[in-house]
Every structure is written in C-alpha cells, then in structure tokens.
C-alpha cells in the first residue's frame, strides 16, 4: 500500500513548455524526497525537502512543500527532452531510511 | 567502482526456480536497502541491513524471500521457488549513516530485472 499519490500517470509535452506534478498524503511527513528515474537505471534524488512551505529551486526545477507537509509539487520550466524520465516522490515515515515511494509520474518531453 | 552495482542485470527464470541477486554497495557504507518496482510503479522496501544485521524485513513478501549481507558489504537477495508474481525490478540502495538521518542519501543501483515464465 503506497501512501503516497502522484498525480498525473502520464505527461507528454512539447520542448519549451512548463509542466507541475504532484504528490499527495493523508498523512504528514517530516521530509519528502523527489527522485527521476530514467529507463534501466535506478532512481536519483533530486531534492529533499523539509520545512513546511518550503520552496527550493534546482536550475528549472522548483520544487515545493505544503504548509501542512502532506503535499509536494515539482514545476519544471521550459522543459527539455533530457527531462524525460519517471519522477517519483517518497517519503520516509519512519524516519531511518524505509522510505515509502508514489507510483511515478512519467514525463515525455518531446523536441 | 563509483556507484552501486547489481549482478545480474536480467534474470529469466522458469517458475518454481531459484535465484540469486547480488548487490555491491558503494564501499564504507554501513545501511544497504533492497526494493521491489513492479512495472509501472514505484519501488517498494523489502529490507534493509545496517552492517551485517538485518534490522527490518517487514516488507519481504513472503518466506520465499531471503537476503543476508554476512560480511556487512556485498548483499545477496535469494527467491526461492520463483512465482509469476515476483516478476519485477529489484534495487538496491546503500547509504553511509546507520539510520535515515536527514540527508543521507541513497544511492540506488541500476536494478536487475527478473521475469519468471
């Protein structure tokens, strides 16, 4: 069972466009992680993030926390097609490392 | 080498056979973490080592499943009597704290990927 909701399944945009994802708990979490995973390989985090209403930016990705902590979001702008990849978001509940993952957004950015 | 490494990359096995994955985490680091990714979705934890100790396998889905990381390096994850269902990518992370301390990252290997027919 994944706690964590990852919205949409699947994104497919043109090079140049802006694009958001996101990621959805009922539950709290006192850090969120966002990972791209690219075919054959295994997932590299992106950004961890911890304070509520936390915003961090990573060149044209913006990643954000919600004020309560059960939400994130990823903002890409003007994507490219080395974007592509399957974001996935994951939390750690337990808080030592057993980290719980959505099911991925698939993102396509074509030229 | 720099990263984790994971042997085999693919596994085809014909069901009801055993087999052997083997992760090489990156050296020093004392938490190593094996997942399972279904197609399609995202990985979910099997079990997790600090050294050589086993401390959690709650998400091991059954007593066909058995991992050990005896020397407190390499580990092994065996399936015994292989399933259709066990069809899936199985990674492993290592990291080089002993716990989930904020900002210690994993590192995940490429996955091998197994089919069971």
């Known amino acids: 069972t994944q706690l964590l909701e990852q919205s949409p399944q699947f994104l497919s945009i043109q090079e140049g466009e802006n694009l958001t994802v996101y990621c959805n708990s009922s539950?709290?979490?006192?850090?969120l992680q966002w990972y791209r995973q690219e075919p054959g390989e295994g997932p590299v985090l992106l950004v961890t993030?911890?304070?509520?209403?936390e915003v961090k930016k990573l060149k044209r990705l913006t990643f954000q926390f919600g004020d309560a902590r059960k939400d994130s979001s990823l903002h890409i702008t003007a994507a490219q097609p080395g974007d592509t990849g399957l974001y996935l978001c994951a939390g750690d509940p337990d808080s030592w490392g057993k980290l719980q993952f959505g099911a991925g957004t698939q993102v396509v950015v074509t030229p | 080498g720099a990263g984790v490494s994971q042997s085999p990359r693919y596994k085809v096995a014909k069901r009801g056979q055993d087999v052997a994955l083997r992760c090489d985490p990156i050296?020093?680091?004392?938490?190593l973490f094996w997942y399972q990714q279904a197609l399609g979705q995202g990985p979910e934890f099997l079990t997790y080592?600090?050294?050589?100790?086993?401390?959690?396998k709650s998400g091991l889905p059954s007593d066909r499943f058995f991992a050990e990381r005896p020397e407190g390096s390499v580990s092994t994850l065996k399936i015994q009597r292989t399933q259709q269902e066990d069809s899936a990518v199985y990674l492993c992370?290592?990291?080089?704290?002993?716990?989930?301390?904020?900002?210690?990252?994993?590192?995940f290997g490429p996955g091998t990927r197994l089919t069971v027919l």
């Open positions: 050296s020093g680091h004392v938490s």
């Open positions: 539950s709290v979490f006192s850090s």
């Open positions: 992370a290592s990291s080089w704290g002993e716990s989930g301390r904020l900002g210690d990252t994993q590192y």
């Open positions: 993030v911890v304070t509520g209403g």
């Open positions: 080592f600090q050294n050589e100790a086993q401390l959690d």
